[in-house]
Nanobody, 120 residues
Framework: QLQASGGGLVQAGGSLRLSCAVS????????MAWFRQAPGKERENVAV????????SYADSVKGRFTISRDNSESTVYLQMNSLKPEDTAVYYC???????????????WGRGTQVTVSS
């Protein structure tokens, strides 16, 4: 089970940190990712982190502003979001995959989303 939290309303230029708590399975078996879906748009990959933290991937739109991290001992994955922009407004989802991938179809487990709203 994946539970995302930490969303909210923030002004442009502000920061938020999302958390994804994983229960029921060992976190270090999975690559973890954050996806987001804005109103009227398809869900898109934001960031991915490998099970051993050695590999990360970011969407071009968030590079240099967002950082994905994980603490396997705490079974938690984080997304630190800085310099937020109105176009970052979306529902953010965490997901787990048994293999490294940025493709939504490759993720077997999903949490409920958390809303992030960035005002201009």
């Amino acid at each position: 089970q994946l539970q995302a939290s930490g969303g909210g309303l923030v002004q442009a230029g502000g920061s938020l940190r999302l958390s994804c708590a994983v229960s029921g399975r060992p976190l270090d078996s999975y690559a973890m990712a954050w996806f987001r879906q804005a109103p009227g748009k398809e869900r898109e990959n934001v960031a991915v982190i490998s099970w051993n933290v050695l590999r990360t991937s970011y969407a071009d739109s968030v590079k240099g502003r967002f950082t994905i991290s994980r603490d396997n001992s705490e079974s938690t994955v984080y997304l630190q979001m800085n310099s937020l922009k109105p176009e970052d407004t979306a529902v953010y989802y965490c997901a787990a995959s048994t293999a490294w991938t940025i493709r939504e179809v490759g993720y077997q487990y999903w949490g409920r989303g958390t809303q992030v709203t960035v005002s201009s």
